[in-house]
């Protein structure tokens, strides 16, 4: 697959996840775009506002297993990665897989759970893998996790592992619709009765798992000059010398920043990366990796515009 190609794919994608859901253009870019640079993505933003839909439409798009887990506080690891149980018509035991074995994984409301609970699926999301009294079992190259999540100051919600927000490359915050977007959500929606489907709309399946594999080739081969790494390091260095924020991004985070880069290159068409690659996706890839100082916290400042304020100070490669 070459470029070309692997833009009309996402368009066409972005044309079949349109048929059910109005607006969000920048959601499914950024989905778009952690699909094919092997990324996971964390969905926040208030209930109503399609979150869980918006994830099952973009899943049927793509000729993938898919699986869902509802998070809960009574929740336990087990019923994620799954467990051994014992047979006893052949005296053995069986291993019984949890929901996590699939391609595309929906973890909904996942901030609804303990945090141990949350943790057993660091390795999955790391390692592609998971290991279950002591022998490791593949997830497959493909595995993608969409996570959604309520703001974290609403009721019965625990706050994610700082480990476990590193592994998502983006948090994208879900917006409530403007007024002309939410008529046009009434008008679709308000003669349905019961909770809308993908297949409903029409939506057609646009790739297959060998398809989708192409198309992460075909971003590998995006170039990704000197200038534009360095751009990329001061970016993410900055955030470890600013005052205003308690700690800054990893190298990992600079490596998924990179990665990522490559990846929105693609779906525009081109086999390079530019400066505005980086600073369009800079934000949801650092607001979850970044944490305010206690000063800026009690002036009640915000992770997103310290993050804006470095893009616009750290100078960009012309």
Do not use: W
Request: hydrophobic share 40%; glycine share 6%.
């Amino acid at each position: 697959m070459n470029i070309d190609e692997l833009k009309t794919l996402a368009d066409n994608i972005r044309g079949q996840v349109a048929k059910a859901i109005i607006g969000q253009e920048e959601i499914v870019d950024h989905l778009l775009i952690a699909l094919f640079s092997s990324g996971h993505v964390l969905l926040e933003g208030p209930p109503g506002t399609a979150k869980t839909f918006l994830a099952q439409c973009f899943s049927a798009t793509l000729g993938l297993d898919f699986g869902r887990i509802q998070f809960t506080p009574d929740l336990m690891p087990g019923d994620i990665i799954g467990s051994n149980l014992f047979n006893f018509q052949t005296s053995s035991f069986t291993l019984t897989r949890g929901p996590i074995f699939c391609d595309l994984l929906l973890a909904d409301e996942i901030n609804r759970t303990p945090p141990k609970t949350q943790a057993a699926m660091l390795e999955a999301m790391q390692e592609r893998s998971v290991t279950i009294d002591g022998e490791t079992h593949a997830l497959g190259s493909r595995f993608m996790v969409v996570a959604t999540q309520n703001p974290i100051e609403q009721q019965g919600v625990y706050p994610l592992p700082e480990a476990q927000l590193d592994r998502f490359l983006f948090k994208l915050l879900v917006e409530y619709p403007d007024a002309e977007e939410e008529k046009r959500i009434v008008a679709q929606y308000g003669e349905r009765i019961g909770a809308p489907v993908p297949r409903d709309f029409g939506i057609e399946t646009q790739a297959d798992s060998a398809t989708l594999t192409a198309a992460t080739e075909a971003v590998k081969s995006v170039k990704l000059v000197e200038d534009v790494v360095d751009y990329v390091v001061r970016l993410i260095r900055a955030t470890r010398e600013t005052a205003e924020l308690e700690n800054g991004a990893s190298p990992r985070a600079a490596i998924m920043l990179a990665n990522a880069a490559r990846a929105r290159a693609a779906i525009s068409g081109r086999d390079y990366v530019i400066p505005d690659d980086v600073k369009a996706l800079a934000p949801s890839v650092l607001r979850h990796r970044t944490m305010l100082s206690p000063a800026a916290e009690i002036e009640g400042r915000q992770v997103d515009n310290i993050i804006t304020g470095l893009v616009e100070r750290t100078e960009a490669p012309r």
